[in-house]
């Protein structure tokens, strides 16, 4: 009988963290496999910012829509950077969280993001998926474009994704006719 480990290829997003892939994986434990690094839910060489959001979010959502959660993780490898970019990042997730929350409850059970900000790093995420309250497809794209949104965070303009594709469409543009013809 083969006891191969699973790999990247072969595992499924469950909640939870794991001991070992061939229990299931959380989206972070599936970046510390793409990333080559020992078996974790914290892996270095992710944003810990990011990596709360994302730890929340995995173990809040549905199996179908945890599935969507394999291309972030190949996203989140190599968004570990400065402390000042950690600190835009866990802000902009605050900001997110304040613009979703239901204004009695949430703030009740869950208290004011400020008041959270100084409680760790996966504070702001945390808040930010907990302010969502129930996620439907609406509610789903908008924490994954937030995703999308802070891995660009701290990286040079010209490798943004918006402005490679604003770049290769000015170049496809027709130049103007000069005005003088031979």
Not at 46 to 75: C, F, H, K, M, S
Not at 124 to 153: I, K, N, Q, S, Y
Request: hydrophobic share 40%; proline share 7%.
């Amino acid at each position: 009988m083969s006891t191969t480990q699973p790999s990247h290829q072969t595992v499924r997003l469950s909640r939870g963290k794991h001991s070992s892939p061939s229990q299931g994986v959380c989206v972070m434990e599936l970046a510390s496999m793409l990333a080559g690094e020992p078996f974790t839910d914290r892996p270095a060489c992710a944003d810990p910012v990011l990596g709360g959001l994302l730890r929340a979010y995995n173990d809040t959502i549905d199996g179908e829509r945890r599935q969507d959660l394999y291309q972030v993780a190949a996203l989140v490898v190599g968004t570990a950077s400065t402390p000042e970019v950690q600190r835009m990042r866990a802000n902009r997730c605050l900001v997110f969280a304040t613009a979703h929350r239901r204004r009695s409850r949430w703030r009740r059970r869950h208290g004011t993001p400020a008041l959270a900000a100084h409680l760790g790093q996966d504070a702001p995420g945390v808040l930010a998926v907990r302010a969502l309250g129930r996620v439907d497809d609406v509610r789903h794209r908008e924490l994954l474009a937030l995703v999308h949104e802070l891995v660009w965070m701290g990286q040079p303009r010209a490798e943004h994704p918006a402005d490679i594709a604003a770049e290769r469409v000015g170049a496809a543009q027709p130049r103007p006719l000069s005005s003088a013809r031979a």
